[in-house]
Each structure stands twice: as C-alpha cells, then as structure tokens.
T-cell receptor
Framework: ETGVTQSPTHLIKTRGQQVTLRCSSQSGHNTVSWYQQALGQGPQFIFQYYREEENGRGNFPPRFSGLQFPNYSSELNVNALELDDSALYLC????????????FGPGTRLLVL | QQQVKQSPQSLIVQKGGISIINCAYENTAFDYFPWYQQFPGKGPALLIAIRPDVSEKKEGRFTISFNKSAKQFSLHIMDSQPGDSATYFCAAANSGSARQLTFGSGTQLTVLP
C-alpha cells in the first residue's frame, strides 16, 4: 500500500509569484484535504476535494485554489504569493468524503521571500 | 467557536513517567477527537481517536480521556520513552459533510533518558 506523497519537498518563491503543489493520495482513497501549518502552529484546514469536487473550504482567500484529478491526486495552487504564505503545506487523504481517519503526507515546505 | 485550545505548549518528562496533554473545545458540533503525533520534517500521524459517546479509550501506552460536559479531552502517555519525543496535536472534526479537522496549537514533548 502506497502512502500519501507530496511534491516538491521544498520550494522558494518570491512575493507575487504563483505556486502549484502536488499530492498523490493513498491507494483506494478518493478524498484529499489540504492544510497549512505555520511554524510552531497546528495545521489549518484549507479545503477538501471529494471525487473531483470541492467538498468544504476553510477560511482562506480565493487565491488558494485546488483541483482533484480522476486518479484522485490533487493540486493546490496559490496565486499572488504573500510573505505570510510561508508554511508547511500538508495533504491528507481519506477513504471517502466523511472519512474520519486522515493520513497525512510529509508536506511541502514553502518559503516566500 | 471553531477553536481547540491545547496545553501545555511544552512538556518535559523523565523516561518511564506519565505525559499528560489537555485540550478544550467550544463547538458542540464536534463529534470526533483524534490525537496526532508529528516528528520534525514529517507529516502528522494519527495516534488514537475517540468519539464523545465513550469517556475513555486506550491503545497500548496511549489513553484518551473525554469529558463531554466539560468539553475537554486529554491524552495520557504511560511509561513515556525518549522515542515519544515529538509534537502532539489534538484535533476535532465536526459532523458536516467535510470532515475538516480543527487542530490545537500543539505540545512539544521531550522525554529525558
């Protein structure tokens, strides 16, 4: 069984740029959730995708957007990067839209200069 | 309303001792309470979880105690080991269609040999 994988592991961008982060869900899982974890803080929910549709969204601006593909992998896109977007971005997969057990990937560390 | 408050921020315990981390919540719509363990450079990993219809759940050295009336829950780590040194997060999920997790701010546990 393959776990949740994310790419890239690290990324450096400058303010105003755009970034795309990728996530492959665990085998058999059709739901992907994205979280932002600032340094020294708990993860904060960005949004969730279930069967290619957005299934819930946290308190993040529209410049945070996502996609889920037919193979249930997912992308997180952030436009107009701000310094405060520097964080660890975590992807978690679960068995279905109401799956309680969420399995996290190792994250992508984004630094915005 | 969505916040989960966690304490202490950091905890130092001797090997073999008991580590206790506490969390409190306000939102009565929460009905699933997991604890996650996170090592540096890794994503959070599910340790143990509880629903509000039980007051205690034990898995190996890890026990969750749940007090529904006080809206509090805690993690007890018995016979703490140096390998348990990590950051621990409590979380809560609501009963909505998207099981988004609301995390506490984390507790950095250090177990001294």
């Amino acid at each position: 069984e393959t776990g949740v994988t994310q790419s890239p592991t690290h990324l450096i961008k400058t303010r105003g740029q755009q970034v795309t982060l990728r996530c492959s869900s665990q085998s058999g899982h059709n739901t992907v959730s994205w979280y932002q974890q600032a340094l020294g803080q708990g993860p904060q929910f960005i949004f969730q995708y279930y069967r290619e549709e957005e299934n819930g969204r946290g308190n993040f601006p529209p410049r945070f957007s996502g996609l889920q593909f037919p193979n249930y992998s997912s992308e997180l896109n952030v436009n107009a990067l701000e310094l405060d977007d520097s964080a660890l971005y975590l992807c978690a997969s679960s068995l279905d839209g109401r799956g309680e057990t969420q399995y996290f990937g190792p994250g992508t560390r984004l630094l915005v200069l | 309303q969505q916040q989960v408050k966690q304490s202490p921020q950091s905890l130092i315990v001797q090997k073999g001792g008991i580590s206790i981390i506490n969390c409190a919540y306000e939102n009565t719509a929460f009905d699933y309470f997991p604890w996650y363990q996170q090592f540096p450079g890794k994503g959070p990993a599910l340790l143990i979880a509880i629903r509000p219809d039980v007051s205690e759940k034990k898995e190996g050295r890890f026990t969750i105690s749940f007090n529904k009336s006080a809206k509090q829950f805690s993690l007890h780590i018995m016979d703490s080991q140096p390998g348990d040194s990590a950051t621990y997060f409590c979380a809560a999920a609501n009963s909505g269609s998207a099981r988004q997790l609301t995390f506490g701010s984390g507790t950095q546990l250090t177990v001294l040999p």
